[in-house]
């Protein structure tokens, strides 16, 4: 059982379109992290969200953070072929758990 | 500042053998912790060092086990190696206890066979 359920699982979009990822846990998270993982590298980390309602931008990505702290979601606007990659949410307290992934493909 | 460095990047191993994959952190950082990542389950925490003492562990059997110097350099040991235990092993650093700014490595490739 996963305790962070991410969707949707696979995204192929063209480029321009919009796209949300949702990440969501039946548990509360003190906070959540958001990351982007490209083949052969480690994940690198994108934003943290703290407070529930919390909203947060980075440039075209915009992540927010669930009033209840158990879900949080991904909007990027105007994708990009440079957005491709695998984004995984990730939260915890004594283990640090990680989404279940999504992988996103822009078409150019 | 140079990154996260993993060494070997790619290791093939026999089952039943035993392996040693090392990380060096960031100058500076003092925490340690190192991730499994395979197809089938994901990104899963194995374990955090911190100060040379290892603070979480998460789910795995006691054939996975790590250790961390005073240079803050850290290596994690797998013995007695099963098929399944086939992944690309990640490990991050950050200068504080906890899972914030966590800077991960390239990881390293393991295949058993």
């Not at chain 2, 059997?61 to 690309?88: C, I, K, Y």
Request: glycine residues 12%; positive net charge; hydrophobic residues 30%.
């Amino acid at each position: 059982t996963q305790l962070l359920e991410q969707s949707p699982q696979f995204l192929s979009i063209q480029e321009g379109e919009n796209l949300t990822v949702y990440c969501n846990s039946s548990s509360v998270f003190s906070s959540l992290q958001w990351y982007r993982q490209e083949p052969g590298e480690g994940p690198v980390l994108l934003v943290t969200v703290v407070t529930g309602g919390e909203v947060k931008k980075l440039k075209r990505l915009t992540f927010q953070f669930g009033d209840a702290r158990k879900d949080s979601s991904l909007h990027i606007t105007a994708a990009q072929p440079g957005d491709t990659g695998l984004y995984l949410c990730a939260g915890g307290g004594n283990q640090f758990y990680f989404g279940t992934g999504t992988s996103l493909t822009v078409i150019p | 500042k140079a990154g996260v460095t993993q060494t070997p990047r790619y290791l093939i191993k026999t089952r039943g053998q035993q392996v040693t994959l090392s990380c060096s952190p960031i100058s500076g950082h003092r925490s340690v912790s190192w991730y499994q990542q395979t197809p089938g389950q994901g990104l899963q925490f194995l374990f955090e060092y911190f100060s040379e003492t290892q603070r979480n562990k998460g789910n795995f059997p006691g054939r996975f086990s790590g250790r961390q110097f005073s240079n803050s350099r850290s290596e994690m040991n797998v013995s007695t190696l099963e098929l399944g235990d086939s992944a690309l092993y990640l490990c991050a650093s950050s200068f504080s206890r906890g899972y914030n700014e966590q800077f991960f490595g390239p990881g390293t490739r393991l295949t058993v066979l």
